[in-house]
């Protein structure tokens, strides 16, 4: 369980530090919530152990492949999902409130993103993920060390998906450790369900937009940001928080997270675009021009078409097709060129700005509200 620290309203709420090193979300998060931070991953490493242990006892090749699922949950990660999740309970129940009694249902919000990455992985044929090869290419060269018959892609695809399965099942098991009333509980769940199912709803739309290419937009793409990335990584979450507290489903508190969430949140996915095809792979952990590769209509492929020239478009219509990192390159240097970069960071501005403009409430405490604004423009001015 969390440290002492944890228990009472001792989080830390500082501003980004100028020209600091390394990821600057885990920075920022980790100075407005290192013991929030420290606790969620003493939770997960607490309550998976047990798990582990639990499917070692079935089989000891089980005890391989829950140890493979608990790692994918514990290595590394920005912990923000969680970190929003506790600013919308703290801002309904002021600094002297417990935290430990959430904690759980905080933490379990990591084990559903870690099937929502590992699950993407699979789907976006990805082969790192923060630095490490993705479940389903650890799984296939553990298949080809063991000298295994079959198919070791396959057989790797398969596992991924089964951890991806097993840890949704962990996150409810989790969460039911949270010590809230019954009744409160099941407005919780609604609220992880809706969560849940907007999450599969954009990750299909963004599924579908790979093959769907002519009749795609920049509507549907960032309709895809908006469930695939917004829901669940900031807009549910805060409401997640706020039920966990009690929220009224019809106060101020929730009109503003909900315009929050959505804006920070497809700002946070447009940020992610941007890094998909200029980010460093050394910060980010994943290679630099997939999407162009593979041709995703992101929100940045989009408006570079509609903002290209006949020339620009005609070539742009390499994306999908090209390979090598020199092409790929080439291709990066077009999108910018068309000027949907600079389009791009000016729908973020505006959204971060929308966020911050729905926080000027009462509803909302001036301590959460410094964190709610450090966090929206940490998560959007990332380079990781």
Known sequence: MANDAVAGDTLRVAPAQPGATGDPVRGVLSALTQDLVTGIDEVLAAFLANEVDSLTEIDAAMGGFAAAARDCVLAGGKRIRPTFAYWGWRAVVGGDERLP????????????????????????????????????????????????????????????????????????????????????????????????????????????????????????????????????????????????????????????????????????????????????????????GDDLRTGKPTVLLMLARQLAGPAQRRALERAGSVTGAREVSLLADLVRETGAVARVERMISDRVADGLAALDTPAIDGTARSALTALATAATARWA
């Open 101 to 288: 009694s959430v904690l759980p249902a905080l933490a379990a919000l990591e084990l559903l993103h870690t099937f929502a990455l590992v699950h993407d992985d699979v789907m976006d044929a990805s082969d790192t993920r923060r630095g490490l090869p993705t479940a389903h290419r650890a799984a296939a060269a553990r298949h080809r060390a063991a000298g295994h018959t079959g198919d070791p892609e396959r057989y790797g695809e398969a596992v991924a998906v089964l951890i991806g399965d097993l840890c949704v099942v962990w996150a409810d098991r989790l969460m039911a450790h949270a010590t809230v009333p019954p009744t409160r509980l099941l407005d919780v769940r609604r609220c992880y369900d809706q969560m849940r199912v907007e999450t599969v709803a954009g990750q299909f739309l963004d599924v579908l937009g790979e093959h769907d290419a002519a009749g795609w937009t920049v509507d549907r793409a960032l309709r895809v940001a908006r469930y695939k990335t917004a829901s669940y990584t900031v807009q549910r979450p805060l409401l997640f928080g706020a039920h966990l507290a009690g929220a009224d489903a019809d106060s101020p508190l929730i009109a503003a997270y909900t315009r929050y969430g959505l804006a920070v949140g497809e700002a946070f996915q447009l940020r992610d675009d941007l890094l998909g095809v200029y980010g460093d792979p050394v910060t980010t952990g994943k290679p630099a």
